[in-house]
């Protein structure tokens, strides 16, 4: 009999529900078929079974600047936290629980993160705290991110509490489109940005990791507003099917070189990078398509551009294009991004150009180690030394290889 097991009466495996257990269970059980309004309310409930009160749930906003609280009945009434200089931040960038002791008790600040993709934060104040709760509470918050994220395929509920600003319907498109900001697992990490957030266009990206393979592809369509969101629509879109159907590179900028010419003439075009990475041997392979050369970081600084042969722009009708390839040591990052990153102007008038880029990328690579920080700290530093100002799309992606352990 093993340790988790007791013996029943009649000499049988005792199969009661425990109390955490039973707690989660409630969880699952109950939030399975609630509609998505009711959901907060259900963790408050099971959280205060616990002995825990003042419980709220905060969801990271659309530029990731704040984390703003759900409203419902049992949940903790209070103010968007900034994600900078807050404990809740703290614990959002960090991905990890903080704990602030209070003269009634404990604060405790919990990641809600679904693969690697920081839904937003549970807090909640208890009398006090040990690792019985640590554990529940942990698996609390990776069960109520999991339900966050399924749920809000069919709301708009956390749409409406994570927007602070109006959203164009170019960029509304282009959200729609996008995976999750972030993918976390023991081989391979993955973080993105977006700016301007609540007006980009015409840049996005698409992953998949299949296998022992990930997949990802960089796209900036021409053009500005709804022209350039249904572009990059098509292109993503046709980048997908291609994938889908296990073609190789070349194949698939010929599938979507195909796609966007014959939707929108051969005046119109998108460059493009798309990638492979055997994230069981660390085995990089890609073809760039008129898109800005990626960056290798390595040793947290930038150690190289990889550059290579590029055929013409998606749409273009380009020659097929020769594919580059990399052998990664482990911790190795690829940062691909779009030119509205280094044609900005910065404060002094100056094209921003990748020389700034790079020096940027170093100082914050020895600051903050963990991929989903850099990637938000790069986009707000990068915005911030432009003076502010995107006036065009101006896109991020950061790919780590952990290795093959």
């Known amino acids: 009999m093993t340790g988790g097991e007791r013996q029943g009466s009649g000499g049988g495996t005792d199969r009661s529900e425990g109390f955490s257990e039973e707690l989660l269970g409630a969880l699952l059980d109950r939030g399975h078929e609630l509609p998505p309004h009711l959901l907060g309310p259900l963790v408050a ?21 704040w984390l703003v609280p759900l409203v419902g009945d049992g949940l903790a009434a209070g103010e968007p936290q900034p994600i900078d200089g807050s404990d809740a931040g ?42 019985d709760d640590r554990r529940l509470l942990r698996r609390i918050a990776a069960l109520v991110a999991d339900m966050l994220v399924t749920k ?3 709301t708009d509920l956390f749409f409406r509490v ?26 391979v990490m993955l973080a993105g940005m977006l700016e301007p ?43 997908r099917h291609a994938r889908r159907i296990s073609v190789g590179l070349a194949e698939i900028y010929a599938f979507m ?37 990626p960056l290798l970081i390595r040793g947290h600084r930038v150690v190289r551009r990889l550059r290579g042969p590029t055929t013409l722009p998606v749409g273009f009708g380009g020659h097929e294009p020769r594919i580059s390839e990399l052998a990664l040591d482990p911790g ?11 044609e900005e102007r910065d404060v002094g008038g100056e094209e921003f150009g990748e020389e700034q880029l790079i020096g940027w990328v170093d100082r914050i690579e020895r600051t903050t180690y963990e991929i989903r920080a ?32």
Not at 94 to 123: C, F, K, S, T
Not at 332 to 342: A, K, Q, S, W
């Open 374 to 405: 850099v990637a938000r700290s790069l986009s707000h530093t990068l915005k911030r030394a432009r003076g502010g100002i995107t006036t065009d799309d101006a896109t991020l992606l950061l790919i780590e290889w952990r290795g093959a352990g």
């Open 257 to 293: 070189d195909r796609a966007v010419a014959e939707q929108f003439g051969p005046d119109h075009f998108v460059t493009a990078q798309m990638m492979r990475l055997d994230t069981a041997t660390g085995r990089l392979q890609w073809v760039n398509a008129g898109h800005p050369a």
């Open 197 to 239: 957030t609540y007006d980009v266009a015409g840049d996005s990206f698409d992953y998949a990791l299949n296998g022992d393979v990930l997949h990802v592809a960089m796209i900036d369509a021409m053009g500005h507003g709804l022209d350039a969101a249904t572009m990059a629509t098509v292109a993503i879109g046709a980048y």
């Open 162 to 187: 994570r927007r602070r600003e109006p959203m164009s319907v170019a960029a509304e498109i282009q959200w729609s489109l996008l995976p999750p900001l972030a993918m976390s697992t023991p081989r």
């Open 90 to 131: 703290r614990a959002f960038q960090e991905a990890h629980p903080v704990e602030v002791p209070q003269a009634n008790g404990v604060r405790v600040y919990l990641p809600l993160l679904d693969g690697g993709d920081q839904v937003g934060i549970l807090a909640v104040t208890l009398d006090g705290i040990d690792d």
């Open 152 to 154: 809000h395929g069919y």
């Open 332 to 342: 190795d990052r690829i940062m691909c991004f779009t030119d509205g990153l280094i």
């Open 45 to 65: 409930q099971q959280v205060c079974r616990l002995g825990g009160r003042e419980t709220s749930v905060f969801l990271q906003d659309y530029g990731q600047v």
